[in-house]
């Protein structure tokens, strides 16, 4: 077989992964960008647990989305921006509206919370987008979602007054993407993620609200996050 032939034959693969439609309608759930467990994907596409699992292995065969376990659940979303961008250019060919994810969490805890011991909410998923964004994480050399901080990264975190190479050496996970349960998209997880909290609350950037997990951004904050970090509000 040539290279055009074995070329012709994956477009035809990946093709017929996507033409079948309930896996067209997890595809399409996934491309607002946030992560999905196999139950809710089974939901969406209105089969059930066990076939959407096979369904979900043969969009993993082809490339089309990345799984990834978090404690007890395993989270799928697109392999990555080539495909989503390939599934709305079909949505345009068919004409398609697709409806918008609205988290139903309490407003308070989505906009900024503790999760075990670091940032999560919207803050926590914008804070993330912003670091990869200034090339401070880079991805780990294992599979398990790990992150590694850059040199201007470490630079960055060390102008905090976070010891890099202190937490570095805790016994605990240096750094990873922590998929966010209300935003379904990862925020930073791990000793850098709690670093980034202690550093935080001590210069009161955010305060933490009376027998809740809640975060408040003080004004600040909000001043500290825009001129470090290009934060918006």
């Known amino acids: 077989m040539n290279v055009e032939d074995r070329a012709d034959a994956a477009v035809s693969k990946i093709a017929a992964a996507i033409g079948e439609p309930a896996r067209a309608r997890m595809l399409y759930c996934l491309v607002d960008g946030r992560a999905r467990t196999g139950t809710e994907l089974a939901m969406v596409a209105d089969v059930t647990p066990s076939t959407a699992s096979v369904h979900l292995q043969r969009l993993k065969a082809q490339r089309l989305v990345a799984v990834f376990a978090q404690g007890k659940h395993r989270y799928y979303s697109l392999e990555g921006a080539n495909v989503a961008a390939a599934l709305e250019a079909l949505s345009v060919l068919a004409g398609r509206s697709r409806d918008v994810f609205v988290p139903n969490t309490p407003n308070?805890?989505?906009?900024?919370?503790?999760?075990?011991?670091?940032?999560?909410?919207?803050?926590?998923?914008?804070?993330?987008?912003?670091?990869?964004?200034?090339?401070?994480?880079?991805?780990?050399?294992?599979?398990?979602?790990?992150?590694?901080?850059?040199?201007?990264?470490?630079?960055?975190?060390?102008?905090?007054?976070?010891?890099?190479?202190?937490?570095?050496?805790?016994?605990?996970?240096?750094?990873?993407?922590?998929?966010?349960?209300?935003?379904?998209?990862?925020?930073?997880?791990?000793?850098?993620?709690?670093?980034?909290?202690?550093?935080?609350?001590?210069?009161?950037?955010?305060?933490?609200?009376?027998?809740?997990r809640a975060l408040t951004v003080t004004r600040i904050g909000r001043r500290e996050m825009r001129s470090r970090f290009g934060l918006r509000d």
């Open 108 to 212: 308070g805890l989505r906009a900024a919370r503790i999760c075990y011991d670091h940032i999560a909410g919207t803050l926590g998923v914008s804070l993330h987008d912003r670091f990869k964004a200034m090339g401070w994480l880079s991805r780990g050399s294992s599979a398990d979602n790990a992150y590694e901080l850059t040199r201007s990264g470490t630079k960055a975190f060390e102008d905090l007054g976070i010891d890099v190479a202190a937490i570095r050496a805790l016994r605990r996970r240096f750094a990873f993407a922590c998929v966010d349960w209300s935003e379904r998209r990862p925020h930073i997880g791990g000793a850098v993620g709690a670093a980034l909290l202690n550093v935080a609350m001590r210069r009161k950037w955010v305060l933490q609200e009376l027998d809740s």
